[in-house]
C-alpha cells in the first residue's frame, strides 16, 4: 500500500514532483511514495495502476505550479490529473493542493471547474524547487502526524530518537543559529574578524578573568586561613650580583 501518491502535470509540476518523490521515499521508504514516472513498471497498464494506487494511499499531494487553475485541460474528463483528484475524492482519501514556488497563488473558486472547487477552501502546501530541503522536511512532518503508518516508518524520526542528536541543516547566514543539543560528526568553520573568545573543540574556555602584569602579583579567591608569603625580583638593599 503507497502511503502518498503524487499527483502532477508534466511541464507544470514534474521537478518539484520529482524532488517531493526523492524526499519522502528517503525518509518513509520508497515503496510508500507514488508517482507514475517510477512507479509504473514497463509492461503494467497506466490506467489501472493509477486508479490503484489511488485507492491504496492515504493521501494524495496534488502539485500546482503558477498555470494549473488555468490549463484548459483541467475541464476535460479525460485528464489525468483531474481524474487522480476526483478518485481520490471519490474514495474519501485526503487531497492537498502543493503550491510550487514562492509565487503561486492559493486557488481560487472561480478558476476552477465546479468539479474541483472544494480545493480553493483546502489548506495547501508549499515546495519552492530551489529551496527544497525545508518544505520537503515539513511536508514530510504534516504527513508523519497524519498517517499513522507514515509515521510508523519515519526513518527521520527513530534517527533523531535512537542518539538523542538533532539534525539540522544551516546555509549561510546573517544572525544567530544555536544548536541545542548533540553534534555528531566534524563541523566546519570559517570565522573573520573575530572579536572575542572562540570556542572549537573540547576542554573549558576562560573569559572575564583578571589581568595582572608586573614581576608578579598575588590573587587570592575564597576564604583564607593562614599567611601568604612569597618574593619578586631582588630584595631592597640587596646587592647586585656581579
Given at each position: 500500500?503507497?502511503?502518498?501518491?503524487?499527483?502532477?502535470?508534466?511541464?507544470?509540476?514534474?521537478?518539484?514532483?520529482?524532488?517531493?518523490?526523492?524526499?519522502?521515499?528517503?525518509?518513509?521508504?520508497?515503496?510508500?511514495?507514488?508517482?507514475?514516472?517510477?512507479?509504473?513498471?514497463?509492461?503494467?497498464?497506466?490506467?489501472?495502476?493509477?486508479?490503484?494506487?489511488?485507492?491504496?494511499?492515504?493521501?494524495?499531494?496534488?502539485?500546482?505550479?503558477?498555470?494549473?487553475?488555468?490549463?484548459?485541460?483541467?475541464?476535460?474528463?479525460?485528464?489525468?490529473?483531474?481524474?487522480?483528484?476526483?478518485?481520490?475524492?471519490?474514495?474519501?482519501?485526503?487531497?492537498?493542493?502543493?503550491?510550487?514556488?514562492?509565487?503561486?497563488?492559493?486557488?481560487?473558486?472561480?478558476?476552477?471547474?465546479?468539479?474541483?472547487e472544494r480545493l480553493a477552501d483546502v489548506q495547501s502546501l508549499r515546495l519552492d524547487p530551489r529551496d527544497n530541503e525545508m518544505d520537503i522536511r515539513r511536508i514530510?512532518?504534516?504527513?508523519?502526524?497524519?498517517?499513522?503508518?507514515?509515521?510508523?516508518?519515519?526513518?527521520?524520526?527513530?534517527?533523531?530518537?535512537?542518539?538523542?542528536?538533532?539534525?539540522?541543516?544551516?546555509?549561510?547566514?546573517?544572525?544567530?543559529?544555536?544548536?541545542?543539543?548533540?553534534?555528531?560528526?566534524?563541523?566546519?568553520?570559517?570565522?573573520?574578524?573575530?572579536?572575542?573568545?572562540?570556542?572549537?573543540?573540547?576542554?573549558?574556555?576562560?573569559?572575564?578573568?583578571?589581568?595582572?602584569?608586573?614581576?608578579?602579583?598575588?590573587?587570592?579567591?575564597?576564604?583564607?586561613?593562614?599567611?601568604?608569603?612569597?618574593?619578586?625580583?631582588?630584595?631592597?638593599?640587596?646587592?647586585?650580583?656581579?
Open positions: 500500500m503507497h502511503g502518498v501518491f503524487i499527483n502532477y502535470r508534466t511541464g507544470d509540476g514534474d521537478e518539484a514532483a520529482a524532488l517531493l518523490e526523492q524526499g519522502l521515499s528517503n525518509r518513509f521508504g520508497k515503496e510508500r511514495i507514488f508517482r507514475a514516472t517510477n512507479s509504473i513498471q514497463p509492461g503494467q497498464s497506466y490506467p489501472e495502476e493509477l486508479i490503484m494506487a489511488v485507492h491504496n494511499s492515504a493521501v494524495l499531494l496534488a502539485v500546482m505550479g503558477p498555470g494549473w487553475a488555468h490549463d484548459r485541460r483541467l475541464r476535460d474528463k479525460s485528464d489525468w490529473v483531474r481524474r487522480e483528484i476526483l478518485e481520490a475524492y471519490a474514495s474519501k482519501i485526503t487531497v492537498i493542493p502543493v503550491l510550487k514556488g514562492r509565487r503561486t497563488e492559493r486557488l481560487k473558486a472561480a478558476d476552477l471547474p465546479a468539479e474541483l514530510g512532518d504534516f504527513l508523519a502526524e497524519l498517517v499513522p503508518a507514515l509515521k510508523k516508518a519515519d526513518r527521520q524520526a527513530s534517527r533523531s530518537t535512537d542518539t538523542g542528536a538533532v539534525y539540522n541543516t544551516a546555509s549561510d547566514t546573517r544572525g544567530t543559529v544555536t544548536q541545542s543539543r548533540n553534534i555528531d560528526g566534524d563541523v566546519g568553520t570559517v570565522i573573520k574578524g573575530n572579536r572575542g573568545p572562540v570556542h572549537t573543540g573540547k576542554g573549558d574556555i576562560n573569559q572575564n578573568t583578571n589581568h595582572f602584569s608586573g614581576d608578579g602579583a598575588t590573587y587570592i579567591q575564597g576564604d583564607n586561613h593562614g599567611g601568604i608569603s612569597h618574593r619578586f625580583g631582588r630584595a631592597r638593599g640587596e646587592e647586585e650580583e656581579r
